[in-house]
């Protein structure tokens, strides 16, 4: 399933696509107040720890903790 037309047409939001943002990137588009929706692998929970893998849970960010 591709998000982006979900979140455009069925959803009615103002949403892009940006397949390629660098995590490098959040902290500025949430502090513009961007929500931002990411699929993440589920060992986000062990930061500690390297993801073995890419995404597959999705979670939306609202802000950032310094």
Do not use: N, W, Y
Not at 20 to 45: C, N, Q, Y
């Amino acid at each position: 399933m591709f998000h982006g037309p979900v979140q455009q047409e069925l959803l009615d939001l103002d949403a892009r696509v940006l397949p390629h943002l660098a995590v490098a990137d959040l902290p500025a588009l949430l502090a513009d107040g961007h929500l931002i929706m990411a699929s993440v692998h589920k060992e986000i929970r062990c930061p500690h720890q390297a993801a073995p893998g890419r995404g597959g849970h999705l979670v939306v960010l609202t802000g950032q903790v310094d």
